[in-house]
């Protein structure tokens, strides 16, 4: 089997192991680090580029793992064994990187690596603009790799619209969240649906709530989502105020999962009174064993506010969002 390197966001790794092993059983993990997962795939690698929490992908050419790694041990080993390249068609640079930080060596050691590619390869050197990439990268974690890029997320910000979580971020809370077919799940914040199109998509439930306060990002979701009409029965689209949420009954909702305003980019005044007014609301449509999964950056003020409205923080993923550290909390009634 062949091995490859896959990147993802921190905080997410026994998320990713189990969403993984789900979707492919054969898959066989090496190595878990924060945000770095190291295994054998014997399927077509392109399968791989489907997967929507990798941000680069790497067909391993060599791994090393000590306390002393360092670049001309790396290179060392790489140029004294005999390798094929998945990609062997266009031009590549090489690439050092150091704690996910690209750094600048020594111009010989650049050059024997890239004489090691060019004898080994049918690609041609291209500094500037080539198609592929040979990353050396070594890691805190006392582990090197040597690998070929073969898939890149492109993805960026400049697609997303101002404040819209991004799509694998939002995957990653709907595995996370651990979604039931027998579940009644309610996102009050949707804002530009990242998370309800997730779990319109990717996921089984019983009945999905999804709203809005701004009737314009409803309208939004609604024309992302093109519901059909079997989806139409189980998905409720609409504008309604998350604080007081009067569509939805008394204890009727088994899992909330959802994305509130942190108070940074919108006027919603003292957050800790717009959290417990929140949490207040989420009391009341909640089952008595129902769970909420909430990302916030304001940790802090969450924590206590779950704590005085009756509230147990379970399990928290702490990563970070648009460079701002973050949590993803599993939070359940107290004494559930």
């Known amino acids: 089997m062949a091995e490859f390197?896959?990147?993802?966001?921190?905080?997410?790794?026994?998320?990713v192991e189990n969403d993984l092993l789900v979707h492919f059983p054969s898959l066989k993990i090496i190595n878990l680090f924060d945000g770095l997962v190291h295994y054998k795939f014997d399927t077509d690698s392109h399968e791989l580029e489907k997967i929507i929490y990798f941000n680069n992908t790497f067909f391993v050419l060599k791994t090393m793992k000590?306390?002393?790694?360092?670049?001309?041990?790396?290179?060392?080993?790489?140029?004294?064994?005999?390798?094929?390249?998945?990609?062997?068609?266009g031009t590549f640079r090489i690439r050092f990187v150091q704690e996910n930080q690209f750094v600048k060596i020594d111009k010989n050691l650049t050059r024997r690596a890239e004489e090691y590619v060019l004898s080994n390869s049918k690609l041609k050197l291209?500094?500037?603009?080539?198609?592929?990439?040979?990353w050396f990268s070594i890691r805190r974690e006392s582990f090197a790799f040597c690998g070929e890029l073969i898939a890149k997320r492109e993805f960026t910000e400049k697609n997303l619209n101002k404040g819209e979580l991004r799509p694998e971020i939002a995957y990653l809370i709907c595995c996370f969240a651990s979604v039931h077919p027998e579940d009644s799940v309610l996102e009050p914040f949707s804002g530009y649906g990242s998370i309800s199109i997730q779990l319109a998509n990717k996921f089984?439930?019983?009945?999905?709530?999804?709203?809005?306060?701004?009737?314009?990002?409803?309208n939004f979701i609604a024309a992302r989502m093109r519901l059909?009409?079997?989806?139409?029965?189980?998905?409720?689209?609409?504008?309604?105020?998350?604080?007081?949420?009067?569509?939805?009954?008394d204890k009727s909702i088994s899992l909330i999962i959802t994305d509130p305003p942190w108070g940074f980019y919108e006027d919603i005044g003292d957050i800790n009174v717009f959290y417990k007014k929140m949490l207040k609301s989420f009391s009341r449509v909640l089952a008595s064993n129902g769970r909420i999964v909430l990302l916030s950056a304001r940790k802090q003020e969450l924590e206590q506010c779950a704590k005085d409205c009756g509230f147990e923080i379970k399990t928290i993923i702490?990563?970070?969002?648009?460079?701002?550290?973050a949590g993803v909390y599993l939070i359940e009634k107290a004494g559930a």
């Open 204 to 218: 089984r439930f019983k009945k999905l709530f999804t709203s809005d306060n701004d009737e314009s990002k409803v």
């Open 228 to 249: 059909s009409e079997a989806q139409n029965e189980r998905i409720d689209c609409r504008t309604a105020d998350a604080l007081t949420l009067s569509h939805i009954e």
């Open 66 to 89: 000590g306390k002393s790694l360092n670049f001309p041990s790396l290179v060392n080993a790489v140029c004294s064994s005999k390798n094929y390249f998945l990609v062997n068609k």
């Open 318 to 325: 702490h990563t970070l969002v648009n460079g701002k550290k």
């Open 5 to 15: 390197v896959s990147t993802f966001i921190t905080g997410f790794q026994s998320v």
């Open 126 to 134: 291209d500094r500037l603009s080539p198609t592929n990439e040979v």
